[in-house]
Every structure is written in C-alpha cells, then in structure tokens.
C-alpha cells in the first residue's frame, strides 16, 4: 500500500509546488484578488500602507492638476500621466491589504509624521496657480522631493515590513521611483 501512495503524494507536492511558484511571480499591485490576511503581517505593514495611501493620493492629485493645464511640455505630460497610473491602482492595492488586516485606512493619529515629500497646502495652492513652463518646471521640483520621501518610506518597509506583498510593492516604489526621479532631474535640466 505504501508503494501504491508514493506516487500519488509525489505528483500531489509537484502540483502544490507548480501552484505556490506561480502564485510567487505575480506583482501585489497586479493581483489585488490575493489575500494577504492569509499571509504573515506586522505593525510596520499596516504602517507602510495607512502612510504610503495618502502619499500616493497627492501625487495623483498633484499630478490632475497639472493634466489639467496646457502649454505643458508633453514630455512632463507623459511623465505625470505614467505617475497616476502607476500609483492609483497601488492605493487600491493597499486599501483591501487594510480591510483584510482589519486595520483602520486612517488609521494613524497623525498622519504627516513619517511622511517625507509631503507637499503642504501652500505647495499645492502653487502648484495649481503656475502655468506653462512653470507649472512643468514646479511639478518636476515638487514630485523629485515627494517621489524622495516614498522612498524613505518604501526602503522603511523594506528594513521592518514582514507581508511579502508590501514587501513587493515597497521594492516596486523603490524601483520605479527612483527612475522617475532620474528623468525628472533631465528634464529639469533641459529645461534650463
């Protein structure tokens, strides 16, 4: 009987194997439908996303404003365009991670305390007063500054997180972030 069982188990933990490995490959931000209340979590997860969702949501937000201006450069255009369609889906991401945690989306008592990059009222009442080459030349200043501070946090999550989703998505922010800033330095540069 033994004999006959050998089998069946060994294509039972290949297949549980093929599952877990192809489950391993998909993006947090692409497959929101998986769970990570199933998996491990800790205080500095819930943290990195209560903090990291209303980052995110001023840089779409800095971002409209500035789509809803003309005489922008296009490449700035497409810049701010990439950001918000980067960064809305990843809000959505870490508002179910928040439901299945159980932890409150503004959950923190006060918000800006950890929240490098955060542009004030004053900024974005600029921001949305510049026009032209200024609005492009003040967004690309503003959102180097912003993109720094989701990094600190994002390398925060790195260092103390333990989900492996928010752990992704921290490595993604580091990632993409750190590109953008990189194009928004020569575009700032040719701007000069």
């Known amino acids: 009987m033994i004999t006959a069982r050998a089998p069946f188990l ?4 290949l297949a549980t194997v093929l599952t877990l490995s192809a489950c391993a490959g998909a993006s947090p931000a692409a497959d929101s439908s998986s769970s990570p209340a199933a998996s491990a979590f800790n205080s500095d997860d819930v943290t990195f996303a209560q903090l990291m969702i209303p980052h995110h ?9 500035l789509l809803a201006k003309t005489d922008i450069d296009p490449a700035i255009v497409d810049l701010a365009t990439q950001i918000k369609a980067a960064q809305a ?3 959505s991401t870490m508002q179910e991670w928040l439901r299945d945690w159980d ?11 950890g929240m490098g990059g955060m542009m004030s009222d004053d900024d974005m009442m600029q921001l949305q007063d510049a026009s032209g080459a200024d609005a492009g030349a003040l967004y690309l200043t503003q959102m180097i500054m912003h993109h720094e501070g989701a990094i600190a946090m994002a390398e925060d999550e790195l260092t103390d997180g333990e989900n492996a989703d928010a752990l992704a998505l921290a490595e993604a922010i580091v990632t993409s972030q750190t590109g953008e800033i990189a194009v928004m330095n020569d575009l700032l540069t040719s701007a000069k």
């Open 103 to 113: 932890a409150a989306e503004n959950g923190m008592a006060d918000m800006d305390n």
């Open 57 to 65: 949501e001023q840089a779409v937000e800095m971002s409209d404003d």
């Open 89 to 91: 889906p990843e809000i």
């Open 10 to 13: 060994a294509v039972a933990a």
